[in-house]
């Protein structure tokens, strides 16, 4: 299995949302985050092609990311994760990612710092964080048989700004 692990696209200020009363899961992207992710999606398409399925955190911001994600990589329907959400302990998601297809491509969108401390502890088996993902970045980790801790291979990780150029 390969696993692409993505950052939402760019949000609006945080404070400045906050100053609206919304809770922060409703913080969308902004305008130009999702013509940003738009053109990284492209580059994700050159280098990935389809994926298999596609699962997002809950919140706006990564739900959104995935929407647009979805039109460029397929993977069908996007499904909703609580275990991709930030405070999440990313412990919680490997019985999801065990039941997935061996073979093919599966997709999450989430956020800092909790897919740097997921991507850290699929490849070491630790709870660290490795990698910091720049919002619309993504890596690409690959596993033998069923995933587990500490068994993940890292085959690249892209900033934003290489995927888009990837699209181009």
């Not at 587990?148 to 900033?159: I, Q, T």
């Amino acid at each position: 299995m390969k696993l692409l692990v993505i950052r939402h696209g760019p949000a609006g200020d945080r404070e400045a949302f906050a100053a609206t009363g919304q809770p922060d899961d409703l913080r969308p992207l902004t305008g130009p985050g999702g013509r940003k992710v738009r053109r990284a999606a492209r580059g994700l398409r050159s280098v990935v092609g389809d994926v298999d399925v596609l699962a997002s955190s809950p919140l706006t911001r990564a739900r959104q990311t995935a929407e647009l994600l979805a039109g460029r990589l397929g993977g069908g329907e996007i499904v909703t994760l609580p275990e991709l959400a930030p405070d999440a302990s990313p412990d919680a998601l490997v019985p999801w990612l065990q039941q997935q297809t061996a073979e093919g491509v599966v997709a999450l969108v989430g956020h800092e710092p909790h897919l740097g401390f997921l991507v850290g502890w699929l490849l070491t088996g630790r709870h660290q964080s490795l990698i910091e993902l720049k919002k619309g970045g993504a890596c690409l980790l690959e596993f033998d048989g069923t995933p587990a801790p500490g068994d993940a291979m890292l085959l690249w990780a892209l900033a934003p700004r290489h995927l888009r150029a990837l699209g181009r």
